[in-house]
Nanobody, 122 residues
Framework: QVQLVESGGGLVQAGGSLRLSCVAS????????MGWYRQAPGKRRAFVAYINSAGRTNYADSVKGRFTISRDNAKNTVYLQMSSLKPEDTAVYYC????????????????WGQGTQVTVSS
C-alpha cells in the first residue's frame, strides 16, 4: 500500500511562488508515473501535472508555463514548482502515483494523502 505525504503549501500573494513536495513510500516507484491534482472549494478534484519514469511531463492548460513538475527517484519524491500564482490556483493539492505512463482522471483513485493547502491572495 503506497503512502503519500504532501508538504510545502501555504499562503502567498498573487504573483508569488511555492514549491510542493510529495514523498511516496511502500512500493517500488521506479516504473510509475507521478503527479499532482488539486481540489478547490466546491469543485471536483482536477489533474494538474504528471511526470513519468521516462521524464515525460504533461500539464493542465491552466498551469502550463507557470508550473514545473520534477521527480527524484532516489528519494521517491515528486515536486511541483509553482510560479506566477493566481488566486484561482487556491486549492488543496494532492499527489498520486500509478504504474504506467500517464495519470487518469482523479476518480480512478480510491486512496489519497492528506494534501497540502495552497492559498493565493489577490
Amino acid at each position: 500500500q503506497v503512502q503519500l505525504v504532501e508538504s510545502g503549501g501555504g499562503l502567498v500573494q498573487a504573483g508569488g511562488s511555492l514549491r510542493l513536495s510529495c514523498v511516496a513510500s511502500g512500493v517500488d516507484l521506479s516504473g510509475d508515473v507521478m503527479g499532482w491534482y488539486r481540489q478547490a472549494p466546491g469543485k471536483r478534484r482536477a489533474f494538474v501535472a504528471y511526470i513519468n519514469s521516462a521524464g515525460r511531463t504533461n500539464y493542465a492548460d491552466s498551469v502550463k508555463g507557470r508550473f514545473t513538475i520534477s521527480r527524484d527517484n532516489a528519494k521517491n519524491t515528486v515536486y511541483l514548482q509553482m510560479s506566477s500564482l493566481k488566486p484561482e490556483d487556491t486549492a488543496v493539492y494532492y499527489c498520486q502515483t500509478k504504474r504506467g505512463t500517464i495519470l487518469p482522471d482523479a476518480s480512478w483513485f480510491d486512496s489519497w494523502g492528506q494534501g497540502t493547502q495552497v492559498t493565493v491572495s489577490s
